[in-house]
């Protein structure tokens, strides 16, 4: 099985979220007028230590590739995560 897969985008709750074991993982973003802001990611503990926070990470930055949105990476993680991965770097302005 592969997670990414199974990661659903709730546009009105403003998340992607993926449900593990019956635990909810999300990345919680909010629009702006330069594009999108990542403000968090959270992975319960219960599952944690699987690359999930990676996973919606990677899958959300996908989607703001897809939609031509510039990230705001409020979130702590989600700013480390592009910086090891430059390849995503250019979604940052």
Known sequence: MTVGEN????PDGRRFELSVDGHICQLVYSTTPEGV???SVRVP???GGQGLA???TRH???WARSEKLKV???????ATWIQRHHDYAD???
Not at 7 to 10: D, E, G
Not at 72 to 78: L, Q
Request: charged share 15%; proline share 12%.
């Open 7 to 10: 990661i659903s985008h709730q």
């Open 37 to 39: 802001s990542f403000d």
């Open 54 to 56: 990676g996973q919606l």
């Open 45 to 47: 503990d219960a599952v």
């Open 60 to 62: 959300a930055l996908d």
């Open 72 to 78: 705001r990476p409020t979130c702590p993680y989600v």
């Open 91 to 93: 979604l940052v302005p």
